[in-house]
């Protein structure tokens, strides 16, 4: 990095560069493993009536929706099946927290099976957990994570 010799003082003067390139690069890591664990998600394929198949962003996008449904006759059911609800009016969708929930099996062959999917997600910004259980149509409460429409279809 320097002509000429390493000294002490030049060392010195390093230190604290160096500190915040470690710092920045444990955060990147850190945010884009959460991306990387929400895009797993987004391109996860649910088998659906009659032998279709779709990709939970393809049933988010209908079912808020940014995509003519064609073939699928109600995504919010087919979503909700597997642990994601859909939160039309807050533009949100929300993702089952349990470890042996069904959000939980989509994650079951990867780094974040058993409910690791939480911590991760949570690292996104924007992705709350919130306080309470929330109740989604006639079912029982359900404990989640909240992730804004924004992370996936680019608005602001």
Not at 55 to 81: C, N, Q, T, Y
Request: hydrophobic share 40%.
């Amino acid at each position: 990095m320097f002509d000429g010799e390493n000294n002490e003082l030049r060392l010195a003067n390093l230190v604290e560069a160096m500190t915040a390139m470690i710092l920045g690069c444990r955060e990147d890591e850190e945010s884009s493993e959460g991306g990387d664990a929400l895009d797993f998600l987004l391109c996860s394929t649910l088998n659906l009536d009659h032998g279709i198949k779709r990709s939970v962003r393809e049933l988010l996008e209908a079912a808020f929706g940014k995509s003519d449904s064609g073939d699928i006759a109600a995504p919010e059911a087919a979503l909700a099946r597997h642990g994601i609800f859909v939160c039309a009016k807050k533009k949100v969708f929300a993702v089952r927290s349990g470890p042996s929930s069904p959000a939980a099996m989509l994650f079951g062959q990867t780094k974040w099976r058993k409910g690791a999917h939480v911590s991760v997600l949570l690292k996104i910004s924007g992705v709350e957990k919130p306080p309470s259980a929330l109740r989604f149509g006639r079912g029982k409460q359900q404990r989640v994570l909240t992730v804004p429409t924004s992370l996936i279809f680019n608005e602001d």
